[in-house]
């Protein structure tokens, strides 16, 4: 694993070299151009001035051609060569270049500019032309006849060895600048990556330091840069979703040990009870039946501890198919027909057979059962249970009762873990608060929203699902029932 100092370094250095050793290059490129051109100037610029020294002369022979003296060439280390050609005779040449035919062709009367090889084994550029010489005055007679010349061809040389020995200096001196600025912006970087990074590490050191009992203090950075801000602020927001966690955990572990603890007092101290002594066999059958009462109540408590946490953990698949709400609620109220006939309870149905909703058939009897068990256990004796299916903008299902002692505040902490509203059952091992929240929990599973409210001595619950539905919808069929799907419990 790289660090960022380091990938910041790196990847900075590789911009840094692809910017300026190609800026090098062609800078060194460009000089070379330039002092190539100077050099090909001169050279054209002597050749233009031995043009000057040539000249036609009369004589009682005729029209010859004569180069006027130049002693600039005559010292034999000039590093300027050249040649004077009238036809096929040479008629001037520098000293060293008397053997050394430069003629690389024909020549034209445009300036030729070439590369090539000197006498002495050098390298150098080479400018060859050839022009016409201007002939010389003619006499009025006719026996004066303009003359025949032949064109003149002048090649000029000079050796690049000074020019390389440029070249190759420059080459040296752009190597080393390009080397010390590298280096120069390697360390300048590295420096201020280190400084920059440093709130980084500032908040690394202080992340390290945060103890479990310290997730609901803030971090604090003094001046963050502004890229480094918002991982604060959502680390903030993280610790303090952490520590709400932490807090609802502990709060469920002593919640869990409550609700244990009180069976079991009671289960230990009726064994002991009748453990003290003999007793006579409807005593021990008694005491059986409430030792099971104690068991199947922590079973209950167990199960329903065991399915929350399966939802916590990851969602179980589930089948979707066509279900018929109505049908689905009167089988879950089944179980339940008794004890509303002994609390003499009116219940009131407001379904309608045909709405059809496609979802997981199980998933929605559990939250049916549990919404069920819950109106008929906490209604009181003459009470009335209303049950309503709905379909239209939301399809969903409802049940009803009355007798509710909520508060329209307390209506949405009934979906909160072992919450109860009436303490006086919180030692009965059955309905330990758990049954709403499972129910919220299933219901997120198969997309469905689940929500309470408390008004008028009615607790309400409404579960719904957010589209319409795609069979059976009542918007399709005369006498539709409510447009809304209430669940009164």
Known sequence: ?????????????????????????????????????????????????????????????????????????????????????????????????????????????????????????????????????????????????????????????????ELSAICASMRWILGIVNAVAISVIVGGIHRVARRELRPLSTLAAIIQATKAEGLSEPIVLTDPPEEVAPVIDRLNELLQRLDRAIV????????????????????????????????????????????????????SLVRTLLLLAREDIHRPDRACEPVGFAGLLRDCFSPFETMALEKRLRIDWQTDERIVWPTDRESLRSIASNLLDNAVSYVGVDG????????????????????????????????????????????????????????????EGIGARLCATASDGVFEVRLEFARPASAGSPDTLPGAVATRIRIVV
């Open 1 to 161: 694993m790289t660090s960022l100092r380091r990938r910041l370094v790196g990847r900075t250095t590789l911009v840094a070299v692809a910017t300026i050793v190609p800026a090098s290059i062609a800078l060194y490129v460009l000089l070379r151009g330039e002092l190539l051109s100077q050099f090909d100037e001169a050279l054209l610029l002597e050749a233009r001035s031995l043009q000057s020294h040539v000249a036609l002369v009369r004589s009682e022979k005729g029209v010859n051609l004569e180069v006027i003296d130049l002693p600039h060439y005559d010292n034999p280390t000039n590093p300027w060569m050249f040649q004077i050609r009238h036809g096929e005779t040479t008629e001037a040449t520098s000293p060293g270049a008397e053997d050394h035919d430069f003629r690389p062709g024909p020549c034209s009367y445009l300036p030729t500019l070439r590369s090539t090889r000197l006498p002495d084994g050098t390298s150098g550029r080479m400018l060859f032309f050839r022009f016409d010489p201007q002939p010389p005055e003619r006499d009025d007679s006719p026996d004066d006849p303009e003359p025949v010349v032949p064109p003149v061809e002048i090649v000029v040389a000079r050796s690049t060895r």
């Open 248 to 299: 609802r955990e502990k709060a469920f572990t002593a919640d869990v040990a409550h609700e244990l603890r009180t069976p079991l007092a009671g289960l230990l101290a009726t064994l002991e009870v009748v453990a003290s002594r003999d007793r006579d066999a409807p005593v021990y059958r008694q005491t059986i039946a409430d030792c099971l009462t104690a068991v199947r109540g922590m079973n």
């Open 384 to 443: 009335w249970i209303r049950i309503v299916t709905f379909a239209g903008e939301t399809t969903g299902i409802s049940i009803a009762n009355d007798g509710c002692r909520l508060s329209p505040g307390d209506a949405e902490n009934a979906f909160q873990r072992f919450w109860r509203g009436d303490e006086s059952r919180s030692a009965t091992g059955t309905h330990c608060g758990l049954g709403l929240s499972l129910c919220r929990k299933i219901a």
